[in-house]
């Protein structure tokens, strides 16, 4: 078995036809100019997920593009990771899925310019059952994101560790997702099951969803392990691979304590250096229509 673990059939979720539901072709027809919405997504926990969205979205950010991060995992380290502490008067994401509730008038802006931020707290466990009942209710995010697709350039997911009803809402809402994987022995565990979950979603909901890319995470150039395992996920996925790895960095881990992304805590890591070169890689594939809109 490769380093990896199982990743023989992983190949056959890359590289299918991409459906256009009738809104997005008639997007595409009008020349409108809306939002790639990129969920970030992994069912295994501790992968790098938030960390992700954080600072990519910062990098986003400070490149002068629009973005929005949403909030979808109930733990809300997105939302701290940002500079909001856990506050019970504020409103959430909670709000909005089981209200009629606008996601723009809970709406935050970070302290960087050109970063929002739709905030999650912890009552969003109870939305997972509580949604069940709602009509078309993988759908209900995507409805409620569709106002603010004209205002960005990028928004980011940042989904729970785990394929339940909140998940599938984001990967529903989304164009592609970005997977990150960490590199350890049985790293593509559970990827299988994602993107088969991501194939099932397409054809039910004849929707775009395309993979945006399989990010390297907690490399460390010096084990021979982390080498092994992006050689393996390089033969498996090829092009998909971001050109990018995430290093392990400890100011990756310090700077949610601090309530800022990496790239203003210490713009000089490699932490904050290889979030930069990820931005870059996600504004070329937006540029060249690579993946959603492809
Ligand atoms: N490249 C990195 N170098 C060092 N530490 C990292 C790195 N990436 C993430 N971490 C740390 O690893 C832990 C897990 O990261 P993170 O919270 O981003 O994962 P996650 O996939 O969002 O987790 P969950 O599944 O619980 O939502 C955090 O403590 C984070 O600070
Ligand atoms: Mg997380």
């Known amino acids: 078995m490769c380093a990896c673990g199982r990743a023989e059939t992983f190949s056959l979720a890359i590289g299918s036809n991409y459906l256009l539901d009738s809104e997005q072709q008639w997007r595409i027809k009008a020349g409108c100019d809306v939002a790639r919405v990129i969920a970030i997504a992994n069912q295994k926990g501790g992968v790098g997920k938030t960390t992700t969205a954080i600072n990519l979205s910062a990098a986003l950010a400070i490149a002068q593009k629009e973005t929005l991060v949403v909030d979808c995992d109930p733990q809300a380290n997105a939302t701290g990771g940002l500079g909001f502490p856990k506050d019970p008067a504020r409103r959430s994401i909670y709000n909005c899925l089981l209200q009629k509730l606008p996601l723009e008038s809970i709406m935050l802006k970070c302290q960087l310019e050109h970063l929002f931020l739709i905030p999650s707290d912890k009552n969003l466990v109870g939305a997972t059952v509580e949604i069940i ?10 409805r409620k994101l569709e106002p603010l697709r004209e205002r960005f350039e990028f928004i980011l997911l940042d989904c729970p560790p785990a394929l339940d009803l909140l998940a599938i809402n984001a990967l529903v809402a989304a164009d592609s997702v970005l997977v990150p994987i960490q590199c350890e022995y049985f790293a593509l565990e559970g990827v299988s099951e994602l993107l088969d979950t991501l194939m099932r979603i397409r054809r039910a909901q004849k929707l775009t969803l395309a993979v945006e890319g399989i990010l390297l995470t907690m ?11 992006r050689d ?7 092009s998909q691979v971001f050109s990018t790895f995430i290093p392990r960095n ?25 979030y930069r070169q990820l931005a870059e890689e996600v504004i070329a594939h937006a540029e060249k229509g690579v993946g959603a809109r492809a």
């Open 133 to 142: 009942d709602l009509p078309e209710r993988e759908q209900v995010l995507r």
């Open 250 to 274: 400890v100011r990756l881990a310090e700077a949610p304590s601090h309530g800022q992304p990496v790239l203003t805590y210490d713009p000089r890591s490699s932490g904050a250096e290889s």
């Open 232 to 238: 393996d996920l390089k033969d498996f996925f090829g």
């Open 219 to 229: 490399f460390d150039e010096r084990t021979n392990l982390s080498r092994q395992v």
